[in-house]
């Protein structure tokens, strides 16, 4: 009987609650006087687009109540809040990831902030492996719909009692990527010679990269790029009202049949050029909303 009352305090205990929240929230408050407007989530190799934010606060993860600490080499670890093109932007440098422990409550918390701070738009980017086959490491591509294969499986970011005042039980997911966004980035995009590819983003867990067969699945199942990220924040933004814009950096080649290796280093190496493609954009649409 102890034990079953126990397994539930634990099992109640990974879900972050609204005062968990709110102190986070209040945190950041006492640490900045600017009041952003978009949130921005840096992912793998991708943290040098937070060195352009002007009049910068920097706080690092660890200064926080509540707040998981990135343990990923690439990814900074700290929130940088200031001006970016014309607008107050809330920016992640560096995110955490479901595979490092954390429950996806504790992933998401961050986005509960932005939307507490009363940001209206949430812009994400990460690392993904390319298995649409025209795709080449250094792409960039426009996220339009995602497949969310660990959330199918169980780890929804939802579970758990809804608060209610964050956000209704059932919230919709036909539109998570924003037209009206993306159409601004596909603009911006043609405006700046980017070549910008479109696609379905398939969020898995990690951390081990995929197997050839893993793959063949995935791309069979509509899936045009792959990573670990991402779609539990989209979830959780949605849920909360932010309207969301998405972006991945093909950092490599989905290895469908077997013949080359992933690694760590040739995501963050691709970062390097996939960068300033993903900063023009991202300003431009920031210039223009
Ligand atoms: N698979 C999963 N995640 C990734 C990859 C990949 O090939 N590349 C960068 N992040």
Not at 151 to 180: Q, V
Request: hydrophobic share 40%.
């Amino acid at each position: 009987m102890t034990l079953i009352v126990s397994e539930k305090k634990n099992h109640m205990d990974k879900y972050i609650t609204l005062q968990q929240i709110d102190e986070a929230t209040g945190a950041i408050r006492g640490r900045t006087s600017h009041q952003p407007r978009v949130g921005l989530i840096l992912g793998s190799g991708l943290n040098a687009l937070a060195d352009s934010v002007q009049k910068a606060d920097f706080i690092p993860f660890g200064d926080l109540p509540h707040w998981p600490r990135s343990t990923v080499p690439g990814h900074a670890g700290r929130l940088v809040i200031g001006e970016l093109a014309g607008q107050t932007v809330f920016v992640m440098q560096g995110r955490v990831h479901y595979y490092e422990g954390y429950s996806m409550s504790q992933v998401t918390l961050p986005v509960r902030v932005m939307q507490r701070l009363g940001l209206e738009m949430l812009f994400v980017t990460n690392a993904a492996g390319g298995i649409n086959p025209e795709f080449v490491p250094g792409d960039v591509m426009l996220i339009t719909d995602n497949l969310n294969l660990v959330g199918m499986s169980g780890a929804n970011p939802l579970m758990g009692p809804n608060i209610d005042e964050l956000g209704p039980r059932f919230p919709d997911m036909s539109r998570a990527y924003d037209p009206d966004l993306m159409n601004l980035a596909r603009k911006v995009a043609r405006e700046r010679n980017i070549p910008l590819r479109e696609g379905v983003y398939c969020g898995l867990s990690g951390p081990s990269f995929e197997s050839p067969a893993d793959l063949r699945f995935l791309r069979m199942a509509g899936a045009d790029a792959v990573g670990m990220s991402t779609v539990p924040e989209v979830i959780v933004a949605r849920h909360g009202g932010l309207r969301v814009l998405g972006f991945s950096g093909i950092s490599n080649k989905a290895n469908l049949d077997g013949s080359t290796l992933t690694t760590h280093e040739e995501v963050i190496e691709a970062g390097k050029v996939i960068t300033p493609k993903i900063e023009t954009i991202v300003r431009g649409v920031l210039r223009s909303l």
